[in-house]
């Protein structure tokens, strides 16, 4: 069974303390790592996919990377808009169909 | 707006009630996924269809059913509701099935009194 944990579950930053969020995963045969975004009471907003260890990818003040067991979202320099759950998750290599099993997300606080 | 529309938004009903969730996916996207999102279990996948077809089913449970039509939306089926049906239900589209992230609607707010 595919499985995902995040660490920390929660992190407070000052504006423009850089830091890193984890995903921990194991997968059968990993497609896929995704990255969303979710304000509260909002859908889950698409961030990034990663497809193979060593891969990065960026967008704004967010980086993304993947090794062969987890992932990290390094959050450069953040302002108080970044505020949000991040969420990760992973794809699976599946005969029919697909999925993304997520994990339970890092709740980031970004103060002024 | 993320182009996958989702009505209602809000919904409250008893238990042993039965409602239907509807979703419109993105214009062009084939596939459909529903998700579950309560405060003590994250999100949760329930079942995706792909161009009217079942194509994979999660820790869905028999009271629960869906279907995807010839236009491609979606309606989701929670009969016999209990309170611990009370959740924020997501229906995501994607183009095909796998290996792209998905879009995800705003969600629909289930309340079970």
């Known amino acids: 069974e595919d499985q995902v944990t995040q660490s920390p579950e929660a992190l407070r930053l000052q504006e423009g303390e850089s830091s890193s969020l984890n995903c921990s995963y194991t997968?059968?045969?990993?497609?896929?790592l995704f990255w969303y975004r979710q304000d509260p009471g909002k859908g889950p907003e698409f961030l990034f996919t990663l497809y193979s260890a060593g891969e990065e990818k960026e967008k704004e003040r967010l980086k993304a990377t993947l090794t062969k067991k987890e992932s990290f979202l390094h959050i450069t320099a953040p302002k108080p808009e970044d505020s949000a759950t991040y969420l990760c998750a992973v794809q699976a290599w599946e005969t029919s169909g697909s999925r993304l099993t997520f994990g339970e997300g890092t709740q980031l606080t970004v103060n002024p | 707006d993320s182009g996958v529309t989702q009505t209602p938004k809000h919904l409250i009903t008893a238990t042993g009630q039965r409602v239907t969730l509807r979703c419109s996916p993105r214009s062009g996207d084939l596939s459909v996924y529903w998700y579950q999102q309560s405060l003590d279990q994250g999100l949760q996948f329930l079942i995706q269809y792909y161009n009217g077809e079942e194509r994979a089913k999660g820790n869905i449970l028999e009271r629960f059913s869906a279907q995807q039509f010839p236009d491609l939306h979606s309606e989701l089926n929670l009969s016999s509701l209990e309170l611990g049906d009370s959740a924020l239900y997501f229906c995501?589209?994607?183009?095909?099935?796998?290996?792209?992230?998905?879009?995800f609607g705003s969600g629909t707010r289930l309340t079970v009194v």
């Open positions: 995501a589209s994607s183009p095909v099935t796998g290996g792209y992230g998905y879009t």
């Open positions: 997968v059968s045969g990993l497609r896929g």
